[in-house]
């Protein structure tokens, strides 16, 4: 699932491959905006808010959000389409094409007005507005909620997905469904959750233990049965309707 560093990485490729460009062809795939044309409006700006992505083009602006499987591919005109019935929008200038695939939201917004989609998040740990106190005043405002939820409501703070909810737990000792209440130093859990994007967020292969090596990124996503990494007790998981969970019974609690 994608998170806030794939989507921050996401928009800074958008942007160099689209901005001061002038479209030439957009081709959306969505009925309601099939008609929608920007053809020859030039290409402003690409910004990222948390998980959501924001292409501004003369006055409209293309917010997408990648949900859980969506992608932007940047490549250079003419490039074979893979996955073409998966295919949101093409987007070309020139020499430049950007597809956005399996988009989870893909919409056309008003560009004065586009900021109203994300006025819900919390402080983007990847923002120039992050702001920590208020990002653990909200993470802990519902003492009794599971910390990996917590982490995950980006009207909480926005960026975290399900791999650094699980690594962060696992950091702080604590089981992704103890509650948020549990958590001695809330002020330091999102200063280490805006540390790991952070660091991520120019990165193809995301690392939390500080090691990219293959099969030594992380601490415990996706290593069920395998050795913890501190205490050698093999890693447990879960899986409810919504989402996974990866844990160490021995080192959290
Ligand atoms: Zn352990």
């Known amino acids: 699932?994608?998170?806030?560093?794939?989507?921050?990485?996401?928009a800074a490729n958008l942007r160099n491959a689209l901005v001061g460009k002038t479209l030439t062809r957009c081709d959306i795939r969505v009925p309601r905006y099939a008609t929608v044309d920007l053809i020859g409006n030039t290409v402003d700006e690409v910004i990222s808010r948390g998980k959501h992505l924001f292409i501004r083009v003369g006055a409209a602006s293309i917010h997408s959000h990648l949900k859980m499987d969506g992608s932007w591919r940047v490549g250079a005109k003419g490039t074979p389409q893979r996955q073409a019935h998966k295919i949101r929008i093409i987007l070309e200038t020139a020499d430049i094409q950007a597809?956005?695939?399996?988009?989870?939201?893909?919409?056309?917004?008003?560009?004065?007005?586009?900021?109203?989609?994300?006025?819900?998040?919390?402080?983007?740990?990847?923002g120039d507005d992050w702001d920590p106190e208020r990002a653990a005043a909200n993470l802990?405002?519902?003492?009794?909620?599971?910390?990996?939820?917590?982490?995950?409501?980006q009207r909480n703070l926005a960026g975290v997905g399900n791999v650094y909810a699980n690594e962060l737990c696992f950091?702080?000792?604590?089981?992704?469904?103890?509650?948020?209440?549990?958590?001695?130093?809330?002020?330091?859990?999102?200063?280490?959750?805006?540390?790991?994007?952070?660091?991520?967020?120019?990165?193809?292969n995301r690392t939390t233990t500080g090691n990219s090596?293959?099969?030594?990124?992380?601490?415990?996503?996706?290593?069920?049965?395998?050795?913890?990494?501190?205490?050698?007790?093999?890693?447990?998981?879960?899986?409810?309707?919504?989402?996974?969970?990866?844990w160490c019974p021995s080192c959290q609690r």
Not at 178 to 188: E, G, N
């Open 1 to 10: 699932m994608p998170e806030g560093d794939t989507v921050f990485h996401t």
């Open 99 to 126: 597809l956005g695939i399996d988009l989870g939201v893909l919409e056309i917004l008003d560009r004065d007005n586009d900021m109203d989609a994300v006025a819900h998040l919390g402080p983007d740990l990847l």
């Open 140 to 153: 802990t405002q519902d003492p009794d909620r599971p910390i990996a939820q917590a982490l995950l409501d």
């Open 171 to 204: 950091l702080f000792g604590r089981l992704p469904i103890s509650p948020v209440s549990s958590l001695t130093d809330p002020l330091r859990t999102v200063k280490q959750a805006q540390k790991m994007l952070w660091a991520n967020r120019t990165r193809t």
């Open 213 to 246: 090596r293959r099969g030594q990124e992380l601490w415990v996503y996706g290593r069920a049965g395998e050795p913890c990494r501190r205490c050698g007790t093999p890693i447990s998981r879960d899986e409810d309707t919504e989402r996974v969970t990866y």
